[in-house]
């Protein structure tokens, strides 16, 4: 790198107006503290977009507005990528795709808003663009880590992270019936082949969510491309008799509703029973073109239209579930299975979550399985906990006293203009696999380990959920063999699927049986952290 070159620096935001307003104070106390560390690093950082005096916010908010940006930005300079809120990745993809120079995505660890999901996205899009990038994150930008990195990025253009925790799957030796299993599964996946039912691609800027369709196919599953404008004129033509049945049968399993009258600030009924309209959409959907998972966009489009879709997203993902049946009376659909739904159309977690949910059922275990993200995390007594928070998807069966365990709450209007509840609880203390399938050097991978989820004291549960987002299900988890800096440096996603296993052993054994399938598949498959090969 050129003797003390100027650092330039962008932020990408949301596309949402109020979410950028919001997020704004956060964005620049973060970007205040990073310039003091560069400065005391001897470099200088320059800003290559002004606030906006009018938005009020200095968030580049739009793929056309990054486009224009980069056009400023001298192509050779060294540049960061600096994030204390969601951003949406095609904002900057763009231009980052033709930046020779370093790149460095930085994030301030923090829970108030996802900035750490932010960048694990953006991480996930440029590993998957094939653009060479380093990383790093810190919640001082005073630590001994973040120092020595930025110093090592300043001086050397790039940053090493300890990947030791990272195995590869053909330089281990699994237990043959476990190794068996797995690839006659997987085999039997392949020759059965699977739809997935995508309601439009590509949510808010998610370029790694989307697997090209060659990859997919490899695989033996294939995408039905659905429009969400299809579901929304679905929801039109399910009775109000069919939606109060199936909001009836929520208040019978004992789920929790925060309702008020207030639709601009509060939960109501009526937003609820479109929501359970769309459920019931969304099922007869996936019957009629013979779908065997679905996701649904929502953020774009749907938003604008009809309340959230996270509690249509955790009923879909639990087996017990109001029954829905065809538009004719004749039969019940999907009866007693979930219909695995990725949440954002996610069709990473499609794959992964179809696979899994069949798997599971052939080994016995409770097939319920969700994506989370990857939210933030803290030391508490001995373990280093991570919070686990996903708006949509979460199955009830996966909460500490199940439906009776599980709420639903207003969405925040700040992101959800019309509402909508979430499905909200606390996950189970057990034993989990956990896995990401993502898209590297033009093929599909999957890292696969094992964690604990832990019960945590009332009062430190709450405040997680007050550090992060309070209407959300959260899941304490600690990674067995994985530390807090080598999960960031790895991890290709802001998303991180997790499903439950009777005890630890055979979490560890499903581990072992579920990287088999995957590398029968045609995926590169990694074991990672603490996962037993015998």
């Known amino acids: 790198m050129p003797a003390k070159p100027t650092i330039q620096l962008v932020a990408s935001g949301d596309l949402r107006l109020a979410a950028n307003q919001t997020c704004w104070p956060a964005q620049k106390a973060m970007e205040e503290a990073l310039a003091k560390a560069i400065k005391a690093a001897g470099f200088e950082v320059k800003r290559a977009h002004p606030y906006d005096a009018k938005k009020k916010h200095g968030f580049i908010a739009s793929q056309r507005e990054g486009i224009e940006v980069f056009r400023g930005i001298d192509p050779d300079a060294p540049l960061i990528v600096a994030e204390a ?16 120079g370093p790149i460095l995505t930085v994030a301030n660890w923090s829970g108030q808003w996802p900035g750490l999901v932010g960048l694990l996205n953006l991480n996930a899009s440029l590993t998957k663009a094939g653009v060479r990038y ?6 001082t930008f005073t630590d001994a880590f973040f120092k020595a990195g930025l110093v090592e990025w300043l001086t050397t253009g790039t940053v090493t992270h300890d990947q030791s925790h990272v195995r590869s799957l053909p330089l281990l030796k699994l237990p043959a019936d476990d190794e068996r299993m797995g690839r006659d599964f997987g085999r039997r996946f392949r020759a059965n082949k699977a739809i997935l039912g995508v309601f439009d691609e590509g949510c808010m800027g998610m370029f790694n969510a989307i697997i090209p369709d060659d990859l997919l196919h490899a695989t033996g599953c294939f995408k039905e491309r659905l429009s969400q404008s299809t579901l929304y004129a679905a929801m039109q033509n399910v009775s109000d008799e069919d939606s109060t049945a199936a909001y009836a049968w929520l208040k019978r399993k004992g ?16 937003q609820i029973l479109l929501q359970c309209k769309m459920y019931i959409a969304a099922v007869r959907l996936a019957d009629e073109f013979g779908c065997d998972s679905i996701g649904i ?3 774009q489009g749907l938003k604008d239209l009809t309340p959230a879709s996270d509690l249509v997203e955790g009923m879909l993902n639990n087996a017990d579930r109001p029954p829905v049946r065809s538009a004719d009376g004749k039969r019940v659909l999907f009866e007693g299975e979930a219909l695995p739904h990725f949440n954002e159309v996610d069709e990473c977690a499609g794959l992964d979550g179809l696979l899994t949910y069949r798997l599971w059922r052939e080994l016995g275990f409770a097939p319920e399985n969700t994506l989370h993200d990857l ?7 001995k373990d280093y906990v991570w ?6 998807a979460a199955p009830p ?23 909508g509840g979430t499905m909200k609880g606390i996950s189970k203390p057990g034993h989990i696999v956990w896995s990401r399938v993502f898209v590297m050097d033009g093929a599909l991978h999957c890292d696969i380990g094992v964690a604990e989820v832990v019960k945590l004291p009332d009062a430190e549960t709450e405040r997680r959920w007050q550090e992060t987002t309070p209407q959300w299900p959260i899941m304490h988890t600690v990674l067995k063999g994985v530390s807090r800096d080598q999960m960031m440096a790895r991890h290709k996603s802001n998303h ?20 088999a399938a995957l590398s029968e598949l045609g995926l590169r498959v990694s074991l990672c952290g603490d996962v037993r090969l015998a």
């Not at 951003?87 to 930046?99: C, D, E, F, K, R």
């Not at 380093?134 to 919640?139: N, P």
């Open 85 to 100: 809120v969601w951003q949406y990745s095609h904002h900057v993809l763009a231009g980052l795709t033709t930046h020779r």
């Open 134 to 139: 380093s990383t790093l994150w810190s919640e």
């Open 255 to 270: 789920l929790q509703m925060k309702l008020g009258t207030d639709e601009a600030t509060e939960l109501t009924e009526p």
């Open 297 to 299: 966009q929502y953020q």
């Open 375 to 381: 939210r933030w995390g803290q030391k508490f007594d």
């Open 387 to 392: 919070v686990l928070l996903i708006s949509g």
């Open 397 to 419: 069966a996966h909460f500490i006293g199940g439906w009776k365990g599980a709420s639903t709450e207003r969405q925040p209007s700040m992101y959800f203009r019309l509402g």
């Open 496 to 515: 991180i699927q997790v499903v439950y296993c009777p005890n630890e052993k055979q979490a560890h054994r499903a581990a072992r049986i579920k990287a």
